[in-house]
């Protein structure tokens, strides 16, 4: 694998940052809604984000 740079890292520590933002966003938002549809549709949302999130952890080098 290649050395990532200063700001290589920086960047996906900031992308890793808001895709956990974002997963915790749509999570609460999922639990709050009344419509079932939509609050299902909010946790696939969640999900997504969940899982580039430990993509991206995964291509730092932390274990899951």
Request: glycine residues 6%; proline residues 0%; neutral net charge.
């Amino acid at each position: 694998m290649n050395l990532l740079t200063e700001r290589d890292l920086a960047l996906l520590s900031r992308l890793l940052r808001a895709e956990e933002l974002a997963c915790k966003k749509a999570n609460v938002y999922a639990n709050t809604l009344t419509d079932q549809a939509l609050a299902e549709e909010l946790g696939a949302v969640s999900r997504a984000h969940a899982g580039r999130f430990s993509a991206l952890f995964t291509m730092l080098g932390g274990k899951e």
